[in-house]
């Protein structure tokens, strides 16, 4: 799951990685990530509650979402 690798990465390095890409160089992401376009994931981090979202289109109208403060994967319109 790429939300545990960004976990992993924050243990690591004591911060979140400021994009997906430092994730790509520093540790091997699972290899569904080519099933969704690695380009297509919309990852951004809220500085002041330290905690962050990671999004997908599941097919253009629904979009998946995981959030750092609920550890859960949403979808929504």
Known sequence: MVAE?????KTEFEKYPSSLIELKNDTE???YLAEYKFKDFE???NK???EFT???SLDGWHINE???K???WETRD
């Open 5 to 9: 690798k960004i976990f992993e990465y």
């Open 29 to 31: 992401l699972p290899k």
């Open 43 to 45: 990852y951004s981090i």
């Open 48 to 50: 002041t509650t330290n």
């Open 54 to 56: 990671l999004s997908y």
């Open 66 to 68: 995981y959030n750092s």
């Open 70 to 72: 609920t550890n859960k």
